[in-house]
């Protein structure tokens, strides 16, 4: 079974430009993540969806920030227009609901911004 | 406040030995399952173990068990029989809602960097 797959897996970019992230979660799950992660601390979720409905985007600065996933499968992930604080690695994950299973996440590798 | 705390930054182990990783949560929901996630240095989240607010035994995955002490708050992560490999990054993880449930939000700590030396 192929994981969550994640592109570009490096990125570098100068403050005030724009920078996209593309994922493509497990085949079936229908919840996907968006997590920020910044050195030295643990993971901040940005957005969740189901299937092609948000759940929940309460920590996403929607004024630079934006995320669709389109026909419920594979997500988008825009910063436009980055700041120096924007510099993380940006993990996707998925998840599915399945009878008594724990809902646990799968992550990708992760991609990771750095901004000057 | 925090919903999850891990309190020890990092952590060392000799080969062969055990270590314990603390995580302290908080949460009014009677409903919630406990997460242990392990990020080695190439960056990638792998989960390691759950722990259900209901399951009346602690869970164990090989050589890892959850220490869960329910009216503590606290979910530890006991790792038997350390090896080179285990040196990583571990994050503790919460989600309220009921079991396999995948619509709450999953809360990390900040997480313990462990390193197994020889």
Redesign the interface.
């Known amino acids: 079974e192929a994981g969550v797959a994640q592109s570009p897996r490096y990125k570098i970019i100068e403050k005030r430009q724009s920078v996209a992230f593309w994922c493509n979660p497990i085949s079936g799950h ?2 996907l ?1 968006w997590y920020q992660q910044i050195l ?6 940005l957005i ?1 969806f ?1 299937n092609n409905g948000v ?2 985007d309460s920590q996403l600065p929607k004024d630079r920030f934006s995320a669709e996933r389109l026909k419920g499968v594979d997500s988008t992930l825009k910063i436009q227009p980055a700041k120096l604080e924007d510099s993380a ?1 940006y ?1 996707c ?1 998925s ?16 991609s ?1 911004l750095t901004v000057l | 406040a925090q919903k999850i705390t891990q309190t020890q930054p990092g952590m060392f182990v000799q080969e062969k030995e055990a270590v314990t990783l603390d995580c302290t949560y908080d949460t009014s929901d009677q409903s919630y399952g406990l997460f242990w996630y392990k990020q080695p240095s190439s960056g990638e989240m792998i989960f390691l173990i759950y722990q259900g607010s209901y399951d009346e035994q602690n869970a164990t995955e090989g050589r890892y068990s959850l220490n869960f002490q329910k009216a503590r708050k606290s979910a530890n992560l006991v790792i038997s029989a350390s090896q080179l490999g285990d040196s990583a990054m571990y994050f503790c993880a919460m989600r309220e809602g009921p079991r396999g449930s995948t619509l709450g939000r999953l809360y990390f700590g900040r997480g313990t960097q462990l390193t197994v030396w020889p």
């Open positions: 229908a919840t993540y030295g601390q643990g993971p901040k979720l969740q189901q759940v929940d690695v993990l994950a998840s599915v609901q399945q009878g008594a299973n724990t809902g646990e996440l799968f992550f990708g590798e992760g990771r």
